[in-house]
């Protein structure tokens, strides 16, 4: 079954609660000091969500 375009994090969360999980979420990825694993969690919440994905390569 292909994967929808959006995931949940479009559906679920909106202005306010998404901008605190990007947030969140960041903050996570920068304490990450390894490459190859900062690149799979980026990956990782792209297959979740891509614009979520995006959002958090963006800001990383």
């Avoid at 998404?18 to 903050?27: F, P, Q, S, W, Y």
Wanted: hydrophobic share 40%; net charge positive; glycine share 10%.
């Amino acid at each position: 079954m292909p994967r929808p375009r959006h995931g949940v994090a479009s559906f679920s969360f909106t202005g306010t609660g998404r901008e605190r999980m990007i947030a969140t979420l960041v903050g996570q990825g920068l304490r990450i000091r390894d490459d190859d694993i900062r690149d799979r969690f980026v990956r990782y919440w792209t297959n979740v969500d891509t614009d979520l994905g995006a959002d958090i390569a963006a800001k990383l």
